[in-house]
C-alpha cells in the first residue's frame, strides 16, 4: 500500500495546495499543478524540517508533510522488496506452480523458506501461473491445500485480452476466495492475493 497526503507543494516557481502519493515507484502530485516523478529518476531525496525535498533532472519538487515526510523519504530511499510485498516469511511454506520467473525460487529460498513445484497439503503461500482463464481453473482444489490464514498469488501478464484482472477476480470468487490485494510482480506481470474468507476459516 503506498502513501498519501494533503500538502502544499512548490515546483519551480509554482507553489499549490493539493495531494501527494507515493504509490510504488511513482510520486505524483495534483493540485494547481501536476507533477509525476519516477523514484529512479531522482537525484536527492531529503526529508528538511518536515519537507520532503526530491532533486530531479526537470526540477525540485517540494512538498511540506511536515512529521511524515520522514517516513515518505525512507520508503522512497528503502523500497521493500518483491518478497516483501508478496509477503513471504522465513519458514513458510510455499508452492510456485506454473510461474515463468526463473529468478522467484531462489530468492524464496534465500528467505530461509520451504518452497517447490508441487502441491502439497498446510502450505502457507501458493505461486499460481495463468496466462489463460482455463488456468485459473485450479483455484478451487488448490483451495483444499491451504493453511486457513494462507493464501494464493495468481500471477498474469499486463495489459493482455487473453486474461485480465476481472477474469483472475472472477474465477478468484467462483472458487470460494476473496482477492485481497494487487501488486506488481514484475516489469511485465500482475500479482493478485486470493485468500479463503474469514467466515469460512
Not at 8 to 33: M, P
Not at 115 to 130: K, P
Not at 156 to 163: C, F, S
Request: aromatic share 4%.
Amino acid at each position: 500500500m503506498g502513501l498519501e497526503a494533503d500538502c502544499s507543494a512548490t515546483w519551480g516557481d509554482q507553489t499549490s495546495e493539493g495531494k501527494a502519493q507515493l504509490e510504488g515507484d511513482v510520486i505524483l502530485f495534483r493540485g494547481g499543478f501536476r507533477v509525476k516523478l519516477l523514484t529512479r529518476d531522482l537525484k536527492k531525496v531529503e526529508d528538511v524540517g518536515g519537507a520532503l525535498v526530491l532533486r530531479h533532472s526537470e526540477g525540485t519538487l517540494r512538498l511540506q508533510l511536515g512529521a511524515a515526510s520522514r517516513k515518505w523519504a525512507d520508503k522512497i530511499l528503502h523500497p521493500p522488496s518483491r518478497l516483501d510485498k508478496l509477503g513471504v516469511k522465513a519458514e513458510q511454506k510455499i508452492a510456485v506452480l506454473g510461474v515463468e520467473d526463473r529468478d522467484l525460487i531462489p530468492e524464496i529460498e534465500k528467505r530461509a523458506a520451504r518452497v517447490g513445484t508441487r502441491v502439497t497439503a498446510g502450505l502457507d503461500l501458493i505461486f499460481l501461473g495463468a496466462s489463460k482463464p482455463a488456468d485459473l481453473e485450479r483455484l478451487e482444489a488448490l483451495r483444499k491445500n491451504l493453511k486457513p490464514e494462507g493464501g494464493i498469488w495468481v500471477i498474469y501478464p499486463k495489459g493482455v485480452k487473453t486474461i485480465t484482472q476481472a477474469d483472475v477476480m472472477a474465477a478468484s470468487k467462483s472458487a470460494g476466495l476473496v482477492d485481497v490485494k494487487v501488486c506488481a510482480f514484475s516489469a511485465t506481470h500482475t500479482a493478485l492475493k486470493c485468500v479463503i474468507p474469514l467466515a469460512k476459516r
